[in-house]
Each structure stands twice: as structure tokens, then as C-alpha cells.
């Protein structure tokens, strides 16, 4: 009983250690200056890796410790990401259809949060779940950094009238599209992926690196080509 009581404390830990680092890095723990869009869109277009690079580096030392941590922490840490990303998609969907907002619908369609989280499912295979991680972690202090808590908290206020909704999203329409394109690049295997190979190399997990480059595919393509012509 007493060893069973151990193993539960234990997992709990293990549980509050991935989830509260989710907080976290969702509350904006980590975030050390604004980004101006103008110069995101420009860094996105050079490469997804230079897009991604300033929040790496924010959350660099975190990622650093994943190697210490137990394989349920990371699983914990990683499935919390993912809530919060089908939670954002879901939210907006939500609003779109809500307020009968033609951009938003065809932005975020049904089902769109549900194919976020397949896609994203093979970070969770046991192999990969410190690389997994790291890049969930990149992701979120991205979209932090953009402001997908702001857009959120504002569209969900209210007390807007629809006039005032439709001018919101339209004067923070190429935002909104950003958020959407930090999530569905973020399995591109030249971008985040490759920003990890330092650490991989200096904690010894290369070669997983390298499998999930293999691995990884683009399951975004046709809904990528959606965001370009809302």
C-alpha cells in the first residue's frame, strides 16, 4: 500500500512538473520583448527556422532540461501543449461560427482543432517525446509572443457590436494568419527540427533528430493554400 501510494505521489509530481511548465510558458513567463509584425512576416518568409529562432532562445534552458526529465513528464508536457493548441483552434471556430464571421470560418473550419492534434500526434511517440516537447515548447512561446491569448480574450469579450468585431479581425487579419501558420509550420522539417540540432548533438539524441526529420511530413498543405486566399 505504502509503495502504491509512493508510485501515485510520484505520478502526480510528474504531472504538475508538464503542466505547470505549459502554464507558464502560456502566461508569458518567458516572453522578453515585442515582436513587431511587420519584421515577423518578413523572418517568415526568409525561412521558418529564422522565424522561429527568437523563441527558441527564450525557452532554450527549459528545452535544455528536457534531458532530465522522466519520459511521463514529458508525455504530460506535451499532451498539455496539444489542449492548448486545440483549444485556441477550437475557440476561434467557435467565435467564427458565432458571429457568422466569413474570414474566421474559412480560416478555422470544423474539425480544423481535431486535425491539429492528429497531426501532431507522432510527437508523441516514445522515441521522439524529448524532441516532441522541445518543439511544442518553441510553438507556444511563439504564439505567445504573436498574441493568440490577446486575440482570444478580445473576440470572446462580448460586448462588440458585429461592426466592431468584423473591423478587429480585419486590421489583425495577417496576425491571426501568422498564429495559424506558427502552428502548421512548426512540423516543417526544416524548421524547428533543425534549430534542435545543437542540443541533440550535445545531449546525445542526433540520431532521433534525424528519425523524426524522416518521419515528419506536411499533413497542412491544402489548408495552408486556405489561409493565403482568405
Not at 513567463?29 to 522565424?51: P, W
Request: charged share 20%; no cysteine.
Amino acid at each position: 500500500m505504502k509503495l502504491l501510494l509512493e508510485n501515485w505521489r510520484e505520478y502526480i509530481g510528474e504531472q504538475k512538473t508538464g503542466t505547470d511548465l505549459v502554464e507558464e510558458i502560456w502566461a508569458g513567463n518567458y516572453v522578453t520583448k515585442v515582436l513587431i509584425l511587420e519584421d515577423q512576416q518578413r523572418l517568415f518568409n526568409e525561412s521558418v527556422g529564422s522565424f522561429f529562432n527568437s523563441a527558441y532562445d527564450s525557452v532554450k534552458n527549459q528545452i535544455q532540461n528536457f534531458n532530465n526529465w522522466k519520459d511521463n513528464q514529458l508525455m504530460f508536457f506535451i499532451d498539455a501543449s496539444l489542449e492548448k493548441l486545440q483549444s485556441f483552434f477550437s475557440n476561434m471556430h467557435t467565435f467564427a461560427v458565432e458571429t457568422k464571421n466569413n474570414i474566421l470560418l474559412k480560416l478555422f473550419p470544423k474539425y480544423r482543432s481535431r486535425q491539429i492534434v492528429e497531426a501532431f500526434a507522432v510527437l508523441r511517440k516514445p522515441v521522439y517525446l524529448k524532441a516532441g516537447a522541445a518543439i511544442l515548447a518553441i510553438v507556444l512561446q511563439k504564439l505567445v509572443e504573436l498574441g493568440a491569448e490577446a486575440i482570444i480574450d478580445t473576440l470572446s469579450g462580448g460586448v462588440a457590436t458585429a461592426a466592431k468585431i468584423a473591423n478587429f479581425i480585419q486590421q489583425n487579419l495577417e496576425k491571426i494568419k501568422l498564429l495559424i501558420q506558427t502552428v502548421i509550420s512548426a512540423l516543417d522539417p526544416d524548421g524547428i527540427v533543425s534549430i534542435l540540432e545543437d542540443i541533440a548533438v550535445a545531449q546525445g539524441w542526433i540520431q532521433t533528430l534525424i528519425d523524426l526529420k524522416r518521419d515528419l511530413k506536411n499533413p497542412f498543405k491544402s489548408f495552408e493554400q486556405s489561409i493565403v486566399t482568405a
